[in-house]
């Protein structure tokens, strides 16, 4: 059975997706797709065998962990859970793979006891060669606590200040005891200050070595002490195992939420799809996305040092944009969202190791006035109908679903879209169904299933004609 068809010269709805509306929607969803992929996609955990053999059947395994950007709580916390489990099964070694620009907010103490409570040893390596690896703050204290300190010839070491980038620097540099065996006089205080070159370090580290494999190999008989006593490694190549760790799905995202470009795109980003929200009838997709969004970028600013005016500003930035929408104007409140949201973002992060880059900022700032200024404008336009049409004209018309009416939605009648909502029998229209305009309350029109029997609406230029 067909449904029953509006009649001829009624005009319709172009294809799916070439509307305003939904090449907004098809944005928004494309921006979300992609913040998504980028939190998401990270090396999973594995285990692998040297020599080819099964990890169960190893004499020996060595368990590795990449340490990659700023050692945050979730990245502390995970650290930790690796060396806790590798003392449960009786690890030959912890290695980890340090590539970090510093420690942001987590626990420095609880680390540290961590590493030196093991009876396993641990091992960093900042690496791998020809990357820039670092250990900057933080990371330069867990390489110097470590029983196995290790780095790439060409790897930065250093500076150790500030320790916790969410505290900044400190006015005065202090001296910092990082250990026995640690490079004293000038050497030193340039590790402390300014950072060096590893390979300028090669009589303080206890190996050089160009990545892991090379690593594994120059740590077979070494003898460490660890909080066990002295422990001679065998690590041979046809004995060991080598297990790999990653963060979890839900520490990759907070870990993710705690990079400075990320946050101040998810902050953005998540506000952009709410304040569309506030111009569309119900609360859609782009809704519940934004408040995800936010969420996330809400707990990456509790991790980092941010200026909470300057959050301040970039929010009114954002709602100045949408009241511009609103009153339909491109003057003094555009330059005004424009010029808070441009000096909310330069200074967001409060610390002079932390930062957004101009170029950033500047082409942020385009997409935003893009968005507010055009798009939104052309999506209420189009909402709003002709300009010689008002909404007391439309009853009687027929029309089709462009937008799902659960209750509400959008309908085009005669080629504009406009405002629905559903009063029908069924729960919901989808979309495609042909309906028909029975009444209007304020700008909503109220539809119901078209009837083909109905004697067709004389529009009003007619009947004054």
Do not use: C
Not at 423 to 452: H, S
């Amino acid at each position: 059975m067909t449904s029953p068809r509006p009649p001829a010269g009624t005009s319709f709805p172009p294809p799916a997706g070439t509307t305003p509306l939904a090449a907004a929607r098809r944005l928004l969803l494309g921006l979300l797709l992609a913040l998504s992929v980028a939190t998401l996609v990270a090396t999973p955990a594995r285990a692998q065998v040297g020599g080819g053999g099964d990890l169960e059947g190893a004499t020996h395994v060595v368990d590795i962990l990449p340490v990659d950007g700023f050692i945050d709580p979730p990245v502390a916390a995970q650290i930790r859970d690796v060396i806790a489990g590798a003392n449960e099964r009786g690890s030959e070694l912890v290695v980890l793979q340090v590539d970090s620009p510093g420690l942001v907010s987590a626990d420095l103490d609880g680390l540290l006891e961590a590493v030196n409570g093991s009876a396993v040893p641990v091992a960093v390596f900042v690496g791998p060669r020809a990357a820039g690896a670092q250990a900057a703050g933080g990371a330069l204290l867990l390489l110097a606590e470590a029983h196995v300190r290790a780095a790439a010839v060409d790897a930065v070491i250093g500076p150790l200040l500030p320790v916790d980038l969410a505290d900044g620097v400190p006015d005065a540099v202090v001296d910092v005891g990082v250990g026995p065996g640690w490079p004293e006089g000038e050497l030193g205080a340039e590790v402390l200050r300014e950072g060096v070159v590893a390979e300028r370090l090669a009589g303080e580290l206890d190996v050089l070595a160009n990545g892991l494999e090379p690593l594994l190999v120059e740590l077979d008989g070494v003898t460490v002490t660890t909080a066990d006593g002295e422990h001679t490694l065998r690590i041979r190549r046809d004995e060991v195992g080598v297990r790999f760790h990653s963060l979890g799905l839900v520490r990759r995202m907070l870990h993710a939420a705690t990079t400075p470009v990320f946050i101040y795109l998810l902050l953005v980003i998540g506000l952009a799809m709410l304040l569309f929200e506030v111009f569309q009838p119900g609360f859609g997709v782009a809704g519940v996305a934004g408040l995800v969004m936010l969420g996330i970028g809400v707990f990456g600013l509790t991790v980092l040092p941010v200026t909470w005016w300057a959050v301040a500003l970039l929010v009114l930035g954002l709602a100045l944009f949408a009241v511009d929408v609103a009153i339909a104007g491109f003057g003094p409140v555009t330059v005004a969202a424009t010029a808070a949201f441009v000096v909310g973002s330069l200074r967001l992060y409060d610390s002079p190791s932390i930062g957004l880059s101009g170029y950033l900022v500047a082409a942020t700032t385009v997409s935003a006035l893009v968005f507010f200024v055009f798009v939104m404008t052309t999506v209420l336009r189009a909402q709003a109908g002709p300009d010689d049409l008002v909404v007391e004209d439309l009853v009687g018309r027929p029309g089709i679903v462009r937008s799902v009416l659960n209750p509400e939605g959008h309908v085009y009648i005669d080629g504009a879209l406009w405002r629905a909502r559903w009063i029908g029998d069924a729960r919901r229209a989808k979309v495609g169904t042909p309906v028909q305009v029975t009444g209007v309350e304020g700008a909503t029109v109220l539809v119901e299933p078209f009837d083909a029997a109905a004697e067709p609406a004389v529009p009003a230029d007619a009947r004054n004609s």
